[in-house]
């Protein structure tokens, strides 16, 4: 019954922020690093960040870089995603994932071992 669900998308303007969030459950959780991938229609899915099971190492899209803050609850087994300064760039699905991986594996060569069913961040006016 391992299961990854993200909420916390919807519709937002340009400039503006969401708090994307997920449950994570059916495994040791701060024994893997998890991270979020974006995926629009016809793209391949890309790794946005990524944070360590316990040491909290990040890493971090170009795109992302300034932006995003993820962060990680091991003992709530809840990782979140902080978007500012949306622009329509940022528009896709957004993945939760774990992985038994470094951060730069997780989000660089996508090595991920499971996948949520993601939440949709629209950014337009």
């Known amino acids: 019954q391992l299961q990854l669900v993200e909420s916390g998308g919807g519709l937002v303007q340009p400039g503006g922020s969401l708090r994307l969030s997920c449950a994570a459950s059916?495994?040791?959780?701060?024994?893997?690093?998890m991270g979020w991938f974006r995926q629009a229609p016809g793209k391949e899915r890309e790794g946005i960040s990524c944070?360590?099971?316990?040491?909290?190492?990040?890493y971090y899209a170009d795109s992302a870089k300034g932006r995003f803050t993820i962060s990680r609850d091991n003992a709530k087994n809840m990782v979140y995603l902080q978007l500012n300064t949306l622009n329509a760039e940022d528009t896709g699905a957004y993945f939760c994932?774990?992985?038994?991986?470094?951060?730069?594996?997780?989000?660089?060569?996508?090595?991920?071992?499971?996948w949520g069913q993601g939440t949709q961040v629209t950014v337009s006016s």
């Open positions: 944070i360590s099971s316990r040491s909290y190492n990040t």
């Open positions: 994932a774990a992985a038994a991986q470094t951060t730069s594996s997780m989000c660089m060569a996508k090595r991920v071992d499971y």
């Open positions: 059916g495994f040791v959780f701060d024994d893997y690093a």
